[in-house]
């Protein structure tokens, strides 16, 4: 049929090719993560979806969950913003992996 069009199921979005995620320590203990889609869209990632309690945990935590989604890293992780020492805020490219036309629930 050539009228047939395929969606998405609700709540499942297409990926974007390309996307940035900025990690935040808001507190000893919470790290929060936002997505910044190509169309400057952001999303914000559930409160509890980044477990780890450290910055270096976080951002390892972060890299594995976008690979197993279908995206490969596009540099290293940038070191934003530090107080006293401690790093506070940093971001990060991926790129869609050669697969294209992946589906996320996020």
Sequence with gaps: ???TKTAAPAGLKKASDRIEVW???VNN???TARQVDEDERVEFWGENMVESRSMR???REVTGTLIAD???PDGRWI???EENGELVESSRAFRL???TGRI???
């Design 23 to 25: 990690l935040t320590q």
């Design 57 to 59: 945990g976080a951002q």
């Design 70 to 72: 279908g995206y490969e």
């Design 79 to 81: 070191n934003e913003k």
């Design 29 to 31: 203990f919470r790290i």
């Design 104 to 106: 996320t629930a996020r």
């Design 97 to 99: 992996s050669k697969s």
């Design 1 to 3: 049929m050539s009228n």
